[in-house]
């Protein structure tokens, strides 16, 4: 796996999380990000959202696994409670909550994820590691060129993030051991790189290069 390229913002994100994303956000998806900050903070508070409910849905899966009910409860309702924080500064900024499209991001990595058990709950838990991992590296990368208001709440997601990248990736290895994960962790990050640093058409939180337009 080629490692990936530090930029000058990765010193605020911990050691580990950069050496599991296999790339850095290309520079023209800042720009785009900077460029549209509506569509980034509804895209934003859907992601919110659908991070609670990915982890309430593990929660009702697997409701023998007592580590996972306890740590996706806390992480929905932290999940949840970003939501909160997203829709109240879209309000404060007039930005209105309409319905955007996904991107392509998740469901392109969920695509990758075994059919059966045990393998599918790593995957799934492998999958919320990447999410989470590029939504804290996004955040970080961002930091610097916004608002102090923005740049205040972002500086407390990246802090939140990263603890649920820890808590996908301390699951995916209590439950199938590190040797087993790490395989499957490559496996995943060639197909997180290509969704990153491939061209998108629609700008979104987790979408790749912007196209020309
Ligand atoms: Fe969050
Ligand atoms: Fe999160």
């Known amino acids: 796996m080629t490692a990936y390229t530090a ?3 990765d010193a605020t994100l911990p050691r580990e999380l950069l050496e599991f994303l296999p790339c850095a956000t290309p520079e023209s998806w800042i720009e785009a990000a900077l460029a549209n900050p509506a569509l980034l ?10 991070a609670a409910s990915t982890a309430m849905s593990l929660m009702f899966r697997y409701v023998d696994r007592p580590e996972l009910l306890t ?3 806390q992480l929905a309702r932290e999940e949840l409670l970003h939501f909160e924080q997203v ?5 404060e900024r007039g930005v209105d909550y309409s319905h955007l499209q996904a991107s392509r ?14 393998q599918r709950l ?4 492998i999958v919320g590691a990447f999410i989470e991992a590029r939504s804290c590296e996004r955040f970080a990368r961002l930091i610097p060129r916004l608002d102090a208001q923005l740049a205040k709440f972002y500086r407390s997601l990246v802090r939140s993030e990263g603890r649920h990248f ?18 499957r962790i490559a496996c995943f990050a060639a197909h997180e790189r290509a969704l990153i640093e491939d061209t998108d058409t629609h700008f979104r939180f987790h ?4 196209a020309a337009v």
């Open 41 to 50: 903070l509804i895209d934003h508070a859907q992601c919110e959202k659908k």
């Open 71 to 73: 740590k996706m409860s």
């Open 207 to 210: 979408s790749g290069v912007p």
């Open 87 to 91: 829709v109240a500064i879209m309000q």
């Open 166 to 183: 820890e808590d996908y990736i301390g699951l995916a290895q209590r439950y199938a051991g590190a040797p087993a994960v790490a395989e």
């Open 7 to 9: 930029t000058e913002t």
């Open 105 to 118: 991001y998740a469901e392109g990595l969920r695509r990758h994820v075994a059919r059966d058990e045990p």
């Open 122 to 125: 790593i995957d799934i838990l």
